[in-house]
């Protein structure tokens, strides 16, 4: 099956960051996905396993 994202649920989770720069939801060798560098928090994305 093929959709497009915006028509799926998902769930986020925020995740504090220690400062500004230290990787806190992908590791040093993962491609950088919603890091959102300089903000306080990062997400990350997953399906909704809610019904």
Known sequence: MFAM???LAFTFKMIPRA???TRV???ESEPVF???PGA???A????STRH
Do not use: M
């Open 40 to 42: 306080p928090y990062a």
């Open 5 to 7: 994202s915006v028509h």
């Open 34 to 36: 919603n890091e959102n």
């Open 19 to 21: 400062d500004a720069t």
């Open 44 to 47: 990350t994305r997953g399906p």
């Open 25 to 27: 939801a992908t590791g």
